[in-house]
């Protein structure tokens, strides 16, 4: 063994053997029992970061560790084209060049993009294998790829020809920046500090006003009504009246309405159907006009001249001022509230009606909720299934198309003649109604969840009946952060359940996110980041991968500093020593020589404490608990072992006339042996290259799990 632990000397080399010797890649064996993980697949022009770092380890540990348990194990690897996050640094590298998507067309950016794809594509998975993820790379897959377009196209069809994909105009998130719709799940509230504006409308005999307050006085230009709280005694005379929208001169009708907070404001809001969720509904109850007041772009229209063309927040001021002077504005409030912000590029987002293609979400939900009820996936921790069941129980129709180019684009096909809209895997070459041969593919591309949402089984090759799929599907651990519950796990299910008629995992492992000592959220603004390669430059992966884990606890966050790291290289070092210890001190002979019965005190003492680890351990993998599990290995190894049974050793080791030196040096070997098999999970590179130091025949990850002896 080289006299000082420097991992740097063999992580990458081994690593690369484990590969080339195929210790990755299981083949269809239909007497052994498969384990299936997928990977959370990350961006594919994305970088290391903490939490793919915890994400990734924690999925290796458990692959790991069920095939020293004997399961044919796979663990399926690939990246996300990121629709949204893709185009922008592609417009953005465009912009630097002095074009814009529009200029060049469409054929030309996605060029581009693929490009752009091709060059920064790689770092993260050239990332996860410095990490030392036993993915097998040669099933690697691309959301992108052809196989999974393919499933795309083929749910699309399926589900529009069942009912449950339609064509609509409705309220839908609207980010002005990034120019696209958005789904629920991808608007994030944002606390931000604000005002409440008091409005008075009166009359038109101005004899009696009503005062509304609200944090969005530019949309007032598209008012077509002021709802009360039929409870509200304040205003029970006032129901049915008139009032007249300052500087548009409307008369809208006050109404009542059960959604109204009596306590919000003046108990007094106001109703803009084009812009706002509660007030679309409302519409819709009451038969309201919808009137649009800006554009995709936040950019006002002309329903007052004064203001056409201004941006949302130019005109914000412009109007409060014009209300000022017009004696109107009752008083200005400072006021906090929860902003909804685009996960991407983190700018307002704009409810808006908008032309969209929405997938139903009712029929598919029920199952999907059944599946947790009756067992047949089950959360880890368990707490996690109530926000599951929040979601579908409250889930809408979901927003499935998106104004971008980079992505799979809808397979619909629009005739420019009569306007029939053909649904179909190939572009048709005539109208099926008209006749026409003047047809245009719709330019919508699909929300990139669509495509991840199939993840589990198109990525084994369905929608063919592929000797994986058959085999390895369903998989078994889903293993991912707790913050996307919606985006990627319910559709995961309720995809699977209808595409496959299977659960597409039985467990959820939810883990927490990376936070830095303090507990802040890592960002570059606070300048609180750790970049994981530098943590493996320095300190190794294996430290990386023990730091992470060890004392961490089911689904909450982890505390992580440099530190940690340092610490765990510091273990690494005590086991690297350790090692060296018992390999000076073994001889062929005295392992051969040794009797059961020469057995003394202390080395009963840590053979019981050992099966009493490997009992400990096995059960808190079994149950997800890998904080537990690394820190009972760590403190089993440094206490124990290194710090008593070895120092106990020495006398026995060093007297040449010792009757039990035999049984001491084959009590050290097996304890070594032990823990290796135990740690490897945790930490594969530097167990890996112990054992081979021992002389073993085998790598250890073909080894099998240590029993229980005694």
Same mark, same amino acid.
């Given at each position: 063994?080289?006299?000082?632990?420097?991992?740097?000397?063999?992580?990458?080399?081994?690593?690369?053997?484990?590969?080339?010797?195929?210790?990755?890649?299981?083949?269809?064996?239909?007497?052994?029992?498969?384990?299936?993980?997928?990977?959370?697949?990350?961006?594919?022009?994305?970088?290391?970061?903490?939490?793919?770092?915890?994400?990734?380890?924690?999925?290796?540990?458990?692959?790991?560790?069920?095939?020293?348990?004997?399961?044919?194990?796979?663990?399926?690897?690939?990246?996300?084209?990121?629709?949204?996050?893709?185009?922008?640094?592609?417009?953005?590298?465009?912009?630097?060049?002095?074009?814009?998507?529009?200029?060049?067309?469409?054929?030309?950016?996605?060029?581009?993009?693929?490009?752009?794809?091709?060059?920064?594509?790689?770092?993260?998975?050239?990332?996860?294998?410095?990490?030392?993820?036993?993915?097998?790379?040669?099933?690697?897959?691309?959301?992108?790829?052809?196989?999974? /377009? =393919?499933?795309? +196209?083929?749910?699309?069809?399926?589900?529009? !020809?069942?009912?449950?994909?339609?064509?609509? &105009? @409705?309220? #839908?998130?609207?980010?002005?920046?990034?120019?696209?719709?958005?789904?629920?799940?991808?608007?994030?509230?944002?606390?931000?500090?604000?005002?409440?504006?008091?409005?008075?409308?009166?009359?038109?005999?101005?004899?009696?006003?009503?005062?509304?307050?609200?944090?969005?006085?530019?949309?007032?230009?598209?008012?077509?009504?002021?709802?009360? /709280? =039929?409870?509200? +005694?304040?205003?029970?005379?006032?129901?049915? !009246?008139?009032?007249?929208?300052?500087?548009? &001169? @409307?008369? #809208?009708?006050?109404?009542?309405?059960?959604?109204?907070?009596?306590?919000?404001?003046?108990?007094?809001?106001?109703?803009?159907?084009?812009?706002?969720?509660?007030?679309?509904?409302?519409?819709?109850?009451?038969?309201?006009?919808?009137?649009?007041?800006?554009?995709?772009?936040?950019?006002?229209?002309?329903?007052?001249?004064?203001?056409?063309?201004?941006?949302?927040?130019?005109?914000?001021?412009?109007?409060? !001022?014009?209300?000022?002077?017009?004696?109107?504005?009752?008083? #200005?409030?400072?006021?906090?509230?929860?902003?909804?912000?685009?996960?991407?590029?983190?700018?307002?987002?704009?409810?808006?009606?908008?032309?969209?293609?929405?997938?139903?979400?009712?029929?598919?939900?029920?199952?999907?909720?059944?599946?947790?009820?009756?067992?047949?996936?089950?959360?880890?921790?368990?707490?996690?299934?109530?926000?599951?069941?929040?979601?579908?129980?409250?889930?809408?129709?979901?927003?499935?198309?998106?104004?971008?180019?980079?992505?799979?684009?809808?397979?619909?096909?629009?005739?420019?003649?009569?306007?029939?809209?053909?649904?179909?895997?190939?572009?048709?070459?005539?109208?099926?109604?008209?006749?026409?041969?003047?047809?245009?593919?719709?330019?919508?591309?699909?929300?990139?969840?669509?495509?991840?949402?199939?993840?589990?089984?198109?990525?084994?090759?369905?929608?063919?009946?592929?000797?994986?799929?058959?085999?390895?599907?369903?998989?078994?651990?889903?293993?991912?952060?707790?913050?996307?519950?919606?985006?990627?796990?319910?559709?995961?299910?309720?995809?699977?359940?209808?595409?496959?008629?299977?659960?597409?995992?039985?467990?959820?492992?939810?883990?927490?996110?990376?936070?830095?000592?303090?507990?802040?959220?890592?960002?570059?603004?606070?300048?609180?980041?750790?970049?994981?390669?530098?943590?493996?430059?320095?300190?190794?992966?294996?430290?990386?991968?023990?730091?992470?884990?060890?004392?961490?606890?089911?689904?909450?966050?982890?505390?992580?500093?440099?530190?940690?790291?340092?610490?765990?290289?510091?273990?690494?070092?005590?086991?690297?020593?350790?090692?060296?210890?018992?390999?000076?001190?073994?001889?062929?002979?005295?392992?051969?020589?040794?009797?059961?019965?020469?057995?003394?005190?202390?080395?009963?003492?840590?053979?019981?404490?050992?099966?009493?680890?490997?009992?400990?351990?096995?059960?808190?993998?079994?149950?997800?608990?890998?904080?537990?599990?690394?820190?009972?290995?760590?403190?089993?190894?440094?206490?124990?072992?290194?710090?008593?049974?070895?120092?106990?050793?020495?006398?026995?080791?060093?007297?040449?006339?010792?009757?039990?030196?035999?049984?001491?040096?084959?009590?050290?070997?097996?304890?070594?042996?032990?823990?290796?098999?135990?740690?490897?999970?945790?930490?594969?590179?530097?167990?890996?290259?112990?054992?081979?130091?021992?002389?073993?025949?085998?790598?250890?990850?073909?080894?099998?799990?240590?029993?229980?002896?005694?």
């Amino acid at each position: 063994m080289l006299d000082k632990y420097n991992p740097s000397e063999f992580e990458e080399k081994l690593y690369k053997e484990w590969n080339e010797n195929g210790y990755f890649t299981p083949v269809v064996d239909k007497t052994k029992t498969p384990y299936t993980i997928v990977i959370p697949p990350p961006n594919v022009t994305g970088k290391l970061h903490m939490g793919h770092a915890l994400v990734m380890t924690l999925q290796d540990i458990l692959i790991r560790y069920k095939k020293l348990r004997g399961f044919n194990t796979l663990w399926i690897p690939g990246t996300d084209h990121a629709a949204i996050a893709t185009e922008v640094k592609v417009v953005e590298k465009l912009k630097n060049e002095g074009k814009s998507k529009e200029q060049i067309g469409r054929e030309a950016f996605l060029e581009e993009a693929w490009d752009w794809t091709r060059t920064y594509g790689g770092t993260i998975i050239r990332q996860l294998k410095s990490l030392g993820c036993s993915c097998d790379w040669t099933r690697e897959r691309f959301t992108m790829d052809e196989g999974l /377009s =393919k499933a795309v +196209e083929h749910v699309f069809v399926k589900m529009y !020809k069942k009912g449950a994909i339609y064509r609509g &105009n @409705r309220m #839908i998130n609207w980010c002005p920046t990034c120019k696209t719709s958005l789904s629920d799940a991808e608007v994030e509230p944002e606390e931000e500090q604000s005002h409440l504006w008091y409005i008075r409308y009166y009359t038109k005999d101005k004899k009696e006003y009503i005062t509304v307050a609200t944090t969005r006085p530019e949309t007032m230009l598209g008012d077509t009504a002021v709802a009360v /709280s =039929k409870d509200d +005694e304040r205003y029970k005379d006032m129901i049915g !009246k008139t009032v007249v929208v300052p500087l548009v &001169n @409307r008369e #809208i009708k006050i109404i009542a309405d059960e959604f109204v907070e009596k306590e919000f404001g003046t108990g007094c809001v106001k109703i803009t159907p084009a812009h706002d969720f509660n007030d679309y509904e409302a519409g819709i109850r009451h038969n309201l006009e919808q009137i649009e007041v800006f554009d995709e772009k936040g950019i006002m229209l002309d329903l007052v001249p004064k203001y056409k063309g201004m941006d949302i927040y130019t005109a914000r001021k412009e109007i409060v !001022k014009d209300l000022q002077e017009l004696g109107v504005l009752e008083k #200005i409030e400072d006021y906090t509230h929860n902003v909804g912000k685009c996960y991407r590029c983190h700018n307002t987002v704009e409810p808006r009606m908008s032309i969209q293609w929405f997938m139903k979400m009712d029929e598919l939900a029920k199952p999907a909720i059944e599946a947790v009820k009756n067992g047949e996936i089950k959360f880890v921790p368990d707490r996690f299934t109530k926000t599951y069941f929040h979601w579908l129980d409250n889930i809408k129709d979901w927003c499935i198309s998106r104004q971008i180019w980079w992505g799979h684009r809808i397979p619909a096909y629009h005739c420019q003649n009569c306007h029939e809209i053909m649904i179909e895997y190939e572009e048709p070459k005539k109208c099926a109604k008209c006749g026409s041969t003047d047809i245009k593919q719709d330019p919508d591309t699909l929300d990139t969840w669509f495509s991840s949402a199939l993840w589990p089984f198109s990525t084994m090759g369905w929608p063919e009946e592929t000797e994986d799929f058959k085999y390895f599907f369903p998989t078994d651990t889903l293993v991912t952060a707790y913050d996307i519950i919606f985006f990627w796990v319910v559709r995961m299910i309720f995809s699977s359940l209808e595409h496959t008629g299977k659960i597409p995992f039985n467990t959820v492992f939810m883990h927490g996110l990376v936070r830095d000592a303090q507990g802040r959220k890592m960002s570059k603004s606070l300048g609180n980041g750790i970049d994981p390669i530098d943590i493996i430059e320095k300190f190794g992966a294996d430290s990386l991968r023990f730091s992470l884990v060890q004392n961490m606890t089911l689904g909450n966050d982890v505390k992580y500093s440099e530190e940690k790291a340092g610490s765990a290289k510091n273990f690494a070092n005590k086991i690297w020593n350790a090692s060296k210890f018992v390999l000076a001190n073994t001889d062929k002979k005295l392992l051969e020589s040794y009797k059961e019965e020469d057995l003394t005190i202390e080395d009963k003492w840590i053979l019981n404490k050992l099966d009493k680890l490997v009992k400990e351990v096995t059960n808190h993998i079994e149950k997800y608990e890998v904080g537990i599990a690394a820190t009972k290995i760590y403190d089993f190894i440094w206490s124990e072992y290194c710090d008593w049974y070895i120092e106990m050793c020495k006398p026995r080791l060093y007297d040449e006339n010792s009757k039990t030196k035999a049984s001491c040096v084959y009590v050290l070997n097996h304890v070594l042996v032990t823990v290796l098999k135990l740690l490897h999970p945790f930490m594969p590179f530097i167990t890996e290259k112990i054992y081979k130091e021992m002389d073993k025949k085998q790598s250890i990850m073909l080894e099998e799990w240590p029993e229980i002896l005694r």
